[in-house]
């Protein structure tokens, strides 16, 4: 049934079911992780929350967050990304990962971080590569940390901590 599956951005109607996708995808441990710190008290970026819809049931998420690095340049965080349980396999976070990807792409966006298993992000374009001269303000597994590119070279000479959006940043990111 997939012509029934469309991508929407998310509203208030489904946060619940999502916050319930996310918490049996993650469990109750994933608030001590250093990205969950850094979303704690930041809402996502609006036009960048999406969430996959097979009729009226939420299948599957995906959020971007404002972030700075080095409190200058801004970036996204890209996550959680879930689809769910019963749902896994069916091509559901490609699909979401595909078009948040291109509509972050197309509202300006130029980097993206994340910290998810290289192998199955390669595919979008996010290496361990691009995010080694990124920190982040608490523990990661290296290995998990990825970044991308959007535009070609927007990488160049960036580095630093991770942080939340400064004003400068977050002016940026809004704009």
């Not at 704690?40 to 700075?68: H, K, N, Q, Y």
């Not at 374009?125 to 597994?141: E, M, S």
């Amino acid at each position: 049934m997939e012509s029934s599956m469309n991508i929407v951005v998310e509203t208030s109607a489904h946060e619940a079911a999502v916050e319930k996708m996310v918490a049996e995808a993650f469990g109750p441990d994933r608030f001590a992780k250093t990205v969950y710190r850094l979303r704690d008290g930041v809402a996502p970026i609006p036009s960048l929350s999406l969430v996959m819809l097979d009729g009226e049931e939420v299948v599957g998420t995906l959020r971007f967050w404002p972030i700075s690095i080095g409190g200058t340049t801004p970036a996204l965080l890209l996550g959680p990304l879930v689809a769910a349980i019963d749902r896994q396999g069916q091509g559901i976070g490609s699909r979401l990962m595909e078009e948040g990807l291109a509509r972050a792409e197309a509202d300006g966006h130029q980097i993206v971080v994340l910290v998810g298993d290289e192998p199955y992000y390669a595919r979008f374009g996010f290496t361990g590569a691009l995010a080694r001269r990124l920190k982040l303000p608490g523990w990661v597994d290296r290995k998990r940390f990825l970044a991308r590119e959007l535009v070609a070279g927007a990488m160049r000479g960036v580095g630093g901590m991770i942080g939340r959006p400064d004003e400068t940043a977050a002016g940026l990111i809004a704009a």
